[in-house]
């Protein structure tokens, strides 16, 4: 079953597969990608990307054959991605079409209903081509704006200490809500980016305030009513504070005995040593990387995006990270909807007609590092690389292969060759390439 799947910036965005060598005996005079599979780290969730309301009402507005390209490019376990986990959020975000809300006053009934609208059908379509539930994560960006101190959802503000304990319900009933629809719902996490104050929808906390609402709100809310399962993740937001967030948090026993462990983005420095600081310090607790896009617009073709996805991913497995979501999963040529215009980019784009997508090169460098490839339950073993120019990480699969992803950065094409059990493999990976191998 040994074969080798490629993309490269000479090709554009096509994975086309590549033609291997037989094993050989004797080392070869080139770099050398060594592995090693008795050494093993952590077990492995998948990767995936957020069911946001602009991504849904996007997708909404598909032909039916775009729908079914979409899916295919995402969700198909053989012919593409097999995404596996995905993010919702609870109540709206920056990319809904407005501000939103379960329950919109204090004297109002709390309801999903919105979310039938567009989001739910679509996290339904994904998974009848999955052929299996999505592992779901919930992030909530703000609660109700008459739970906050500044008495709206966006510009930051806190929670009200008087609604900490209904704020804390607030989860239980949406998830208990999801659940009653037939989906999974994996985790959640506390808050979405808690030390950012943002034109659009986002509450603050600071470590110690999100500590005590996990200890004393949070945690007992989902345990009391039987949601015990249900992995509460904290921080969720950029790795430059992550071991500090981590630190009070986690540190507190009371508090650590309801977190799963921690979650985080990619938009300030990369800091991935702080990821590996904080498996470190907290070897017990797990690490997720909950939100990363490139902001600034749609990023059409640009090479750039897709290596920076590369690098990210590739790093954070390296450094213990067990799962990683994309964010949104579909928008238009602009970069939307958002309603406070905060346009970004996606792997996938669709026109303003919703009759063509744009796959844009980080889809096909996702691909080499999703599900289809490096399935849940995989365990990532130790690799090591003889060039910097070549990033690499590989998993033991369940069905016993070995799948090794190489990221060449360099602009020049590279021979070189694996070790694995005392045989080597002479290959090769084109300038600004990635390959995946199945081994």
Known sequence: MMNCVQTSRQDGTTVSRVKLAPWQSERAEIPEISINKAVEYQTHLGLGGAFTESAAVNYQRLSQAAKKQFLTQYFDPDQGSGYNIGRIHMNSCDFSLGNWACQPTVDADFSIAHYEQAILPMIRDAEATLGQKIKLLVSPWSPPSWMKTNGEMNNGGQLKAEYREQWAYYYVQFIQALQTKGFEIWGLTTQNEPDATQIWDSCRYSAEEERDFIRDYLGPALHSNGLQDIRVVCWDHNRDCLYQRARVILSDPETAKYVWGSGFHWYMDDAFDNVQAVHDAFPDKGLLFTEGCQEGGPHQ???????????????????????????????????????????????????????????????????????????????RILAASARDDLHIVAFKRPDGAIALVVMNLAEQEYAFQISLDERYLPTQIPARAMQTYIL
Do not use: M
Not at 310 to 318: A, E, P, Q, W
Not at 328 to 335: A, C, I, P
Not at 354 to 368: A, N, T, V
């Open 301 to 379: 073709g640009e090479w750039a995006v897709a290596e920076r996805y590369g690098k990210s991913i590739i790093s954070d497995f390296n450094k213990w990270t067990v799962g990683w979501l994309d964010w949104n999963l579909l928008l238009d040529h602009t970069g939307g909807p958002n309603h406070v215009g905060n346009l970004c980019s996606a792997p996938i784009l669709c026109t303003s007609a919703g009759d063509e997508l744009d796959i844009q090169p980080s889809q096909r460098y996702l691909q080499h590092l999703s599900p289809r490839f490096i399935p849940e339950g995989s365990v």
